[in-house]
């Protein structure tokens, strides 16, 4: 998508989210999801504008939290599916959005476009022992640090990362996919002449600590 594509959708996310946090802080704070500024997560492609080695995940174009083909453990914050109109990336028209079955309908009635498929996937990396970067992980939790970052995942992305969550709430309706542990990985897909890298999300054994689990329950 091109920025202001993507800006296009960040104002009709916070748009779609009205509920308060409800959680308390030291500061008395009353705080709206809409308020809070969680950076993006990108994977570096040929056509990127952001400084990093091709395929790196990079949070909020200037940190490094993984190199291509990299897996990172990751605790899953939140999801939020939605649909929008397939236009060209070079395009500067704002493609519509929805967030639920029944908007997506109306906009397809209407629209010139095919629809698409998309999620807002929320995620909490751990700071690794042999990285220094404070600023990437500014959260203590427990005994760790941590760093939040959000995704847009469409297409082949979309099939890897928010597909395989959905498929793992399905199929463990008692489960919590939150309460487990999932390896994220930045991997090369290759189609004829075409390569580009594309996130995924696999299910682990393992589960986060105890702080992390209670974060989750107050992060929406």
Avoid: C
């Avoid at 056509?47 to 174009?61: E, F, N, R, Y």
């Avoid at 070079?90 to 698409?116: F, G, K, L, W």
């Amino acid at each position: 998508m091109s920025k202001k594509q993507e800006e296009g959708l960040a104002t009709a996310e916070a748009q779609h989210h009205k509920a308060e946090l409800a959680t308390s802080n030291a500061s008395g704070m009353t705080i709206a999801p809409s308020d809070i500024d969680v950076p993006r997560v990108n994977i570096v492609q040929k056509t990127s504008d952001i400084d990093g080695p091709l395929g790196a995940v990079v949070l909020d174009k200037q940190h490094m939290l993984a190199e291509a083909e990299q897996t990172v453990p990751v605790t899953v914050l939140s999801v939020l599916k939605g649909w929008r109109e397939k236009i060209e990336y070079d395009s500067d028209e704002i493609p519509r959005v929805a967030y639920s079955q029944e908007e997506a309908h109306r906009i397809e009635m209407e629209s010139e476009y095919d629809i698409i498929e998309f999620a807002e996937i929320t995620l909490l990396f751990g700071q690794p022992k042999d990285n220094d970067d404070e600023a990437a992980y500014p959260f203590a939790i427990g005994d760790g640090n941590y760093a939040i970052g959000r995704i847009n995942v469409a297409k082949d992305a979309y099939r890897q990362t928010f597909k395989r969550l959905a498929t793992f709430a399905a199929f463990n309706p008692k489960a919590s996919m939150q309460h487990r542990i999932w390896d994220f990985k930045s991997s090369l897909i290759s189609r004829g002449k075409y390569s580009w890298f594309a996130p995924s999300l696999s299910i682990s054994q393992d589960e986060p600590t105890e702080d992390v689990k209670t974060f989750v329950e107050t992060f929406a």
